[in-house]
C-alpha cells in the first residue's frame, strides 16, 4: 500500500490567497484526521471524518477553514483566505474505523505551508 | 477535556546507553489508548508503540517499552541500547474509545538527541 498521499508536499502562497491541500487515505480506512502542527502549538486535531461524514470539526480555527471528503478516497482542508499565522505544517491521517477501532492512525508526509 | 504533558522538551542519551522520556496524562474515560510517535526530520509520524488502558501488562516492541502507571496517570517510554537513529522528535498520545468524541491529543513533545 501507498499509505496515506498528501499534495502537494510544500505550498508558498501569499496573504489573501485560496490554498487547498488534499489527501488519500489508505484503501480500506473508514476514518480520516486533519492535523495541524506549529512549534508554538505543537499537533492540533482539525477535524475528523468517519465514513465521509464529518464527526468533530471543534478543531478548525475560524470561519477561513473547511474540510470535505466528498468519498472514501479524497479528501481537502481549505483556508480562505489565507494568512501568515495560518503557516504550518498540515498532516492528515487515517484509519481503520476510529470510532470502533480508536488504533494508531498513519500519517501522511505532511503538507509545509508558508504564507507570505 | 483530555490533556497529555511531556514535561522534558529535550533530552540526550549516550548511544548504547538507555533512556526515559516522561508523560503524563488526564482524562475521565475509562477505556483509552496511549500512543507514543516518533517524528524524525523527514516529518514523518511514526507509530513506535501503543498501550491499551484496560491492559496492565506493559507494552514492548523490541528495543521500545513502556512503564504505564494507571491510578498515576503515567505513560513513560523507555528506549533501551539507543541507536542514532533514535534521534527525532517524541510524542505522546491519548484517544478515548469509542462514542462521538474520540479524538487523538498530542503532547507537546521530547526532543530526542543521541550522541556516538
Known amino acids: 500500500d501507498a499509505g496515506v498521499i498528501q499534495s502537494p508536499r510544500h505550498e508558498v502562497t501569499e496573504m489573501g490567497q485560496e490554498v487547498t491541500l488534499r489527501c488519500k487515505p489508505i484503501?480500506?480506512?473508514?476514518?480520516l484526521f486533519w492535523y495541524r502542527q506549529t512549534m508554538m502549538r505543537g499537533l492540533e486535531l482539525l477535524i475528523y471524518?468517519?465514513?465521509?461524514?464529518?464527526?468533530?470539526d471543534s478543531g478548525m480555527p475560524e470561519d477561513r477553514f473547511s474540510a470535505k471528503m466528498p468519498n472514501a478516497s479524497f479528501s481537502t482542508l481549505k483556508i480562505q483566505p489565507s494568512e501568515p499565522r495560518d503557516s504550518a505544517v498540515y498532516f492528515c491521517?487515517?484509519?481503520?474505523?476510529?470510532?470502533?477501532?480508536?488504533?494508531?492512525?498513519?500519517f501522511g508526509p505532511g503538507t509545509r505551508l508558508t504564507v507570505t | 477535556a483530555q490533556t497529555v504533558t511531556q514535561s522534558q522538551p529535550e533530552m540526550s542519551v549516550q548511544e548504547a546507553e538507555t533512556v526515559t522520556l516522561s508523560c503524563t496524562y488526564d482524562?475521565?474515560?475509562?477505556?483509552?489508548?496511549l500512543f507514543w510517535y516518533k517524528q524524525p526530520p523527514s516529518r514523518q509520524m511514526i507509530l513506535v508503540i501503543r498501550?491499551?488502558?484496560?491492559?496492565?501488562q506493559n507494552a514492548t516492541e523490541n528495543r521500545f517499552s513502556v512503564n504505564f502507571q494507571k491510578a498515576a496517570k503515567s505513560f513513560s517510554l523507555k528506549i533501551s541500547d539507543s541507536q542514532l537513529g533514535d534521534a527525532a522528535m517524541y510524542f505522546c498520545?491519548?484517544?478515548?474509545?469509542?462514542?462521538?468524541?474520540?479524538?487523538?491529543?498530542f503532547g507537546k513533545g521530547t526532543k530526542l538527541s543521541v550522541k556516538p
Open positions: 491521517a487515517s484509519n481503520r474505523n476510529f470510532l470502533r477501532h480508536p488504533s494508531e492512525q498513519y
Open positions: 484503501s480500506g480506512h473508514n476514518s
Open positions: 471524518f468517519n465514513n465521509n461524514v464529518p464527526i468533530d
Open positions: 482524562t475521565s474515560e475509562s477505556d483509552y489508548y
Open positions: 498501550q491499551e488502558a484496560y491492559k496492565q
Open positions: 498520545a491519548c484517544t478515548n474509545y469509542g462514542g462521538s468524541q474520540g479524538n487523538l491529543i
